[in-house]
């Protein structure tokens, strides 16, 4: 049964870094584009950052470009996502999630498995 689980949240201060990691033994990693989104209470997820399985190409929200990167390692059935720069309002739950899609990364209908979520917490 696939599960992705995701690790490597915690507390920073601003400025400050995270990796974050998204993993499952049962997924064909070489098969799925796999993204990452956060959420805030009250509001909706937001798509973050997604890698495609057809041909490898990555696609960024404006609001993390040049500061987060996504990376994946289909060998070790593995995404990560390296966050630089990190500002307070980059305070989240952060969700992997797989798509067998290789386009419209940003919609949440779009993805077949979801991660529960890793909290990060960026500090002024």
């Known amino acids: 049964q696939v599960q992705l689980v995701e690790s490597g949240g915690g507390l920073v201060q601003a400025g400050g870094s995270l990796s974050l990691s998204c993993t499952d033994s049962e997924l064909t990693f070489s098969r799925y584009s796999i993204a990452w989104f956060r959420q805030v209470p009250t509001k909706e997820r937001e798509f973050i950052a997604a890698t495609n399985w057809l041909d490898g190409r990555t696609d960024y929200a404006d609001s993390v470009k040049g500061r987060f990167t996504i990376a994946r390692d289909n060998a070790r059935k593995m995404v990560s996502l390296q966050m630089n720069s990190l500002k307070p309002e980059d305070t989240a739950v952060y969700y992997c999630?797989?798509?067998?899609?290789?386009?419209?990364?940003?919609?949440?209908?779009?993805?077949?498995?979801w991660g529960q979520g890793t909290q990060v917490t960026v500090s002024s």
């Open positions: 999630a797989a798509t067998m899609s290789a386009e419209r990364f940003a919609l949440t209908v779009m993805y077949d498995f």
